[in-house]
């Protein structure tokens, strides 16, 4: 078999186990008021179900790429399916809430060990002029997830159960993980040094605290003592990890990385790439099902049109810069992906249904453009022995991007919305149709943000210099 084919073949349980983390993500939301109902929690604790997975992922992204980086990053990434298969197998059997939240926060530290190793491992098997092609084909596969997600959840758990949306995961994680060992050459480590182990544990602080902060800060309240000492937590744990990394040997992440100006810029535009997406992703199904009465089920259709068209793009895109360079296809997904925004800020009640898909393809292809070459350049920016950093990294933007996208249009659509409101005497009301002036107001300032957002990153695309190649 060539040297090519043996690549593509590799690729193919990266490519699974994609599908497999990124449907988990999204999948459990429609069971939630199942999973409620049957093991007697409220709502406000089974939200926790989603966010013990988060909060697990996010904050041990770099963390597990670093140690991939040390010790091996099949052996780490296998290790992560194996870990994420048997927390499947744990929620499941979960007979209560907090056994259930427990695995489901086992099943998010297999799935940092799998996300912050992915990347790396295609930066390795594959040579920087086909990178960008084999990221995109990854796109394509997380746009998968995404799409299915919803639908997959809500038939499993109407035909068969929610405890099936576990279970399912079990036959595929033992595939992939074979997969993997059959299919990936043996690991080549690169630093078997004594881990960072300070350096890890105030990373994970500090980043556990930063999400709890975005995810129950409004909840909460802004002044609730709680949230002030989480800010106050990330803060000082913040402080510390960069000390602590300053003077290590062996940092979790090696600080010197954003000396180099392709790293940071590729990082930066990462970042307010997924805040401008999730805005959308935040936003458009109040916009769908509370002021224009559509059902839900109907509002997901409208929202499979942004992954469905990143499907299509995301490997075209990815092996177009392989050819052409990554700086002009970045600029231009993300020049796509403000103009879209700008036309969803001006949404309104006649908005026909066309015009709704039309904007949302449209912002489909911008993500899909931007995001594959985008990831090569940020890949291909580092030495080999740090693509677990760039990997982590990879992970790490995109989460925080979505809940700055969530938290910061949450926090422009409540507050322009809320003032108005009041300005006309009214009640504070989703469901209050007799304010949807001020509920289009929220929106479109919220959206007007995402515009910034993506334009923002535009700026920091365009003035990147010549890619800096792996060694």
């Known amino acids: ?92 059997f979960s ?32 040579a920087p002029h086909e990178r960008g ?89 802004w002044q609730n003592p709680g949230v002030l000492a989480l800010i106050a937590g990330t803060i000082l744990f913040g402080w510390l990890f960069f000390r602590i990394e300053k003077k290590a040997h062996n940092p979790v ?18 970042f307010l790439a997924f805040a401008a997406l999730f805005t959308q992703t935040f936003l458009l199904p109040f916009y769908l099902i509370n002021l224009r009465g559509f059902a839900p089920a109907y509002a997901g259709l409208f929202l499979m049109a942004v992954p469905s068209v990143m499907m299509v793009a995301s490997p075209v895109a990815g092996t177009l810069s392989d050819k052409i360079g990554t700086r002009g296809i970045c600029a231009l997904g993300l020049l796509i992906m403000g103009i879209s925004q700008f036309f969803l800020a001006g949404l309104g009640l006649a908005t026909s249904q066309a015009q709704i898909v039309s904007i949302l393809l449209l912002l489909g292809l911008g993500s899909g453009i931007f995001n594959p070459p985008n990831n090569s350049e940020l890949l291909s920016s580092v030495p080999k022995d740090r693509l677990g950093n760039a990997a982590g990294m990879m992970g790490l933007t995109r989460s925080l991007g979505m809940v700055a996208g969530i938290g910061i249009s949450s926090a422009i659509f409540t507050g322009v919305r809320t003032h108005l409101l009041k300005e006309a005497n009214l009640t504070v009301d989703l469901h209050n149709h007799s304010g949807d002036f001020a509920f289009l107001a929220g929106l479109r300032w919220a959206f007007l943000a995402a515009v910034v957002f993506a334009w923002a990153g535009m700026v920091m695309v365009w003035g990147r210099k010549k890619k800096v190649v792996s060694r």
């Open 253 to 270: 992440l090696d600080l010197t990385l954003f000396s180099n100006p392709t790293f940071r810029s590729a990082t930066a535009a990462g």
């Open 133 to 221: 092609k084999a990221l995109g084909m990854l796109g394509t596969t997380v746009a998968v997830g995404l799409s299915l997600g919803p639908a997959v959840g809500g038939f499993i758990t109407g035909w068969l159960g929610w405890r099936y949306i576990f279970f399912l995961n079990l036959p595929l994680g033992v595939l992939t993980a074979w997969l993997v060992k059959r299919n990936l050459r043996p690991d080549t480590v690169f630093n078997r040094a004594k881990f960072d182990f300070a350096g890890g544990a105030t990373m994970a602080a500090s980043l556990f605290c930063l999400l709890l902060v975005f995810s129950r800060g409004a909840d909460w309240g």
């Open 1 to 92: 078999m060539t040297e090519t084919n043996n690549r593509w073949k590799a690729f193919l349980p990266i490519s699974l186990v994609s599908i497999i983390t990124t449907l988990d993500s999204s999948v459990v939301n429609v069971s939630l008021p199942i999973i409620s109902k049957q093991l007697g929690a409220e709502i406000g604790v089974v939200e926790w179900v989603i966010l013990a997975y988060l909060l697990a992922v996010t904050s041990l992204l770099m963390i597990c790429g670093r140690l991939g980086d040390m010790h091996g990053r099949r052996s780490i990434y296998q290790a992560g399916i194996l870990l994420f298969t048997a927390a499947s197998a744990l929620c499941g």
């Open 95 to 126: 007979t209560s809430v907090a056994m259930l939240i427990a695995a489901r926060g086992l099943q998010g530290i297999g799935a940092a060990l799998i996300i912050g190793n992915g990347p790396a491992l295609i930066g390795e098997i594959f």
